[in-house]
C-alpha cells in the first residue's frame, strides 16, 4: 500500500491555464505538506496543513492555494500558471509530537511542466 | 548566506572507498538534524537522524558539531547502490515542523 500518493504524476499544461494536484496519505499523520523542488533541485517548503490548519505559509504567489479537507487529504491548487512554476511538486505527511521523530514521508512527486 | 549548505559535488568514488559529506547551518538554534537520500527522479527518504554524540548505522556515521554548526555523514564500503543525492536536513527552531533542505550532495559510486 502506498503511505503517500499524490496525482497526477505528470502534468504538461498551458502557461495561464489552472491546475490541482492532490494528495492523499494512510499514515495515520496529522501533518501534512507541499515541498516543491525546483530545476535546481533544490526542495523548498510551500505549506504545511497540522489537522486541516494551515501552520506554514512560506512567500508562495497567491495563485498557489492548498486546501486541506481532512487530516489525511491535502490538495494545491494553481491558478493562472507560469512558466517559472515547472517543477516538482511533492507532498509529504510526518507525525510531529512527543516521542515521535518527525520524519517526513513523501510522495512520489508531480512533475509539471508549463509550456 | 542560505540556511544549509552542501558542497553539490559530484563524488565520484570507486566501490569500496570511503567517502564523507558536509553540511553547515546557518541559525545557532536548530533543533533536530537529519540525512535524507533522494534518487534520480525519486523522492526523498531518511537515511539517518543526527544526535549531537554522533550516530552510526551500518556503514553510515553522522556527526553533529554544535560549535561550528557542521554535520557530516561517512560513508564506509561503498555500493554501487550508493549512488544518490545526499541531503542535509535541518529544523531550524522549536517551532511547529518545518524542516529545511540542502541542494544536496551527489555521490556517484562506480565499478
Known amino acids: 500500500d502506498t503511505a503517500v500518493s499524490q496525482t497526477p504524476k505528470y502534468l504538461v499544461t498551458q502557461m495561464g491555464n489552472d491546475k490541482s494536484i492532490k494528495c492523499e496519505q494512510n499514515l495515520g499523520h496529522d501533518t501534512m505538506y507541499w515541498y516543491k523542488q525546483d530545476s535546481k533541485k533544490f526542495l523548498k517548503i510551500m505549506f504545511s496543513?497540522?489537522?486541516?490548519?494551515?501552520?506554514i505559509n512560506e512567500t508562495v504567489p497567491n495563485r498557489f492555494s492548498p486546501k486541506s479537507p481532512d487530516k489525511a487529504h491535502l490538495n494545491l491548487h494553481i491558478n493562472s500558471l507560469e512558466l517559472g512554476d515547472s517543477a516538482v511538486y511533492f507532498c509529504?505527511?510526518?507525525?510531529?509530537?512527543?516521542?515521535?521523530?518527525?520524519?517526513?514521508?513523501f510522495g512520489e512527486g508531480s512533475r509539471l511542466t508549463v509550456l | 548566506r542560505k540556511e544549509v549548505e552542501q558542497d553539490p559535488g559530484p563524488f565520484n568514488v570507486p566501490e569500496g572507498a570511503t567517502v564523507a559529506f558536509n553540511c553547515t547551518y546557518s541559525n545557532s538554534a536548530s533543533q533536530s538534524f537529519f540525512w535524507y537520500r533522494q534518487d534520480c527522479r525519486k523522492e526523498p527518504k531518511l537515511l539517518m537522524s543526527?544526535?549531537?554524540s554522533g550516530n552510526e548505522d551500518g556503514r553510515f556515521t553522522a556527526q553533529l558539531n554544535r560549535a561550528s554548526q557542521y554535520i557530516s555523514l561517512l560513508i564506509r564500503d561503498s555500493k554501487l547502490s550508493d549512488s544518490a543525492t545526499y541531503l542535509c536536513?535541518?529544523?531550524?527552531?522549536?517551532?511547529?515542523?518545518?524542516?529545511?533542505f540542502g541542494t544536496g550532495t551527489r555521490l556517484l559510486v562506480s565499478p
Open positions: 496543513y497540522n489537522n486541516k490548519e494551515l501552520i
Open positions: 509529504a505527511s510526518s507525525q510531529v509530537g512527543e516521542g515521535h521523530t518527525g520524519e517526513l514521508f
Open positions: 536536513v535541518v529544523k531550524p527552531d522549536t517551532g511547529f515542523q518545518k524542516l529545511v
Open positions: 543526527v544526535y549531537s
